[in-house]
């Protein structure tokens, strides 16, 4: 039996229950609320006062006269891009960094991966391994610029770098100094590879544990055979996203590069001057703190923090970051 209800004339559908329950209003739970601003009000007014305070007062220095002072001076609107842009040095600087990028991604990537590959095969062993590979990353950029500095490419005939190619009949030869070619830069590549390797495993290693191994065994079933076959059609594309981010921070820490560059070429053992391979970072450091002109300074920083964002969007874009599987 059914009922109608509405209004005489009206084609009212037919009800088969009793109607529904008003929705009940949810209660606010205000001691939750007051936890909740309690515990994260130090983290939002730290953020606040010495983030974005400290970046918009940055910015008003970029566009005025603030030469030994962070004091705002007279407005200078954009003298101190044009100056710095003008500047051969800081162009120099951004071509170097790119280059260092360009070397140092890839290297790392491919290292990485490399590593992560043969640690996840293993039966044994596994944290120990996991373990050696990451201690590195904590160490820090200036401690590791220093004992490279000091005691693999020191320069010396007793120096590691020296004393491994003695074995192959060469001279001894100053890693840092030499320019033509810039032998430095195997120091500064070796450095980083050592400092950053093993977080970028951890990473790797951390996806690859994602993927279920009823994959592997449904591709041996279907005929697939060989660990490289395996790689590169489950293991590989299933760590895309892994890929991405891996690439992303790369780029990122690439383009901050600064510890190793400042205590390996900034001087010499003796004290003299080093070769003049200063990335973008360092260019400002010496424009702000050296030279106290912190209006060109801000406005370096600024075009660096530019560049990457740029940088970051279009390497977003073409590899598709946040794009889904299948689209």
């Not at 800081?90 to 991966?113: C, D, E, G, H, K």
């Not at 590691?160 to 430095?184: C, H, K, M, R």
């Not at 970028?200 to 951390?206: G, V």
């Not at 010496?286 to 530019?306: H, R």
Request: proline letters at 6%; aromatic letters at 12%.
């Amino acid at each position: 039996m059914s009922l109608r209800t509405g209004r005489p004339g009206t084609s009212a559908g037919p009800v088969t229950g009793p109607a529904p329950a008003a929705p009940r209003r949810r209660r606010v739970d205000w001691p939750a609320w007051r936890a909740f601003i309690l515990l994260t009000a130090p983290l939002v007014v730290g953020l606040v006062v010495f983030k974005y305070v400290a970046m918009g007062w940055g910015l008003l220095l970029s566009f005025s006269n603030a030469r030994g002072t962070i004091a705002l001076g007279d407005w200078a609107g954009l003298a101190n891009y044009r100056a710095l842009l003008d500047d051969p040095r800081f162009r120099t600087s951004l071509s170097m960094i790119v280059v260092f990028t360009l070397v140092i991604v890839p290297l790392t990537f491919a290292i990485a991966l490399g590593l992560a590959v043969l640690v996840n095969r293993l039966r044994r062993g596994r944290a120990l391994f996991r373990t050696t590979f990451f201690l590195p990353a904590a160490v820090s950029y200036v401690v590791a610029s220093l004992i490279w500095k000091m005691s693999l490419f020191s320069g010396v005939p007793s120096s590691a770098a020296n004393s491994l190619a003695a074995l192959f009949g060469q001279e001894p030869t100053a890693w840092i100094a030499t320019v033509d070619p810039p032998l430095y830069w195997v120091v500064l590549i070796t450095v980083r590879l050592w400092l950053q390797i093993g977080l970028y495993m951890i990473l790797f290693l951390a996806g690859m544990q994602e993927i279920p191994g009823e994959l592997y065994e449904a591709a041996r079933v279907d005929g697939a055979a060989g660990e490289w076959r395996l790689f590169r059609h489950i293991t590989f594309p299933l760590l895309r996203n892994t890929s991405v981010a891996v690439t992303l921070l790369l780029v990122i820490a690439s383009f901050q590069a600064f510890d190793e560059f400042y205590n390996l070429l900034s001087t010499g053992l003796a004290g003299a001057p080093g070769p003049d391979g200063r990335p973008p970072l360092v260019y400002l450091y010496d424009v702000s703190l050296v030279q106290q002109d912190y209006g060109v300074g801000s406005a370096g920083a600024f075009v660096v923090t530019l560049l990457i964002v740029v940088v970051t969007l279009v390497q977003g874009r073409l590899v598709g970051l946040g794009r889904k599987d299948g689209e």
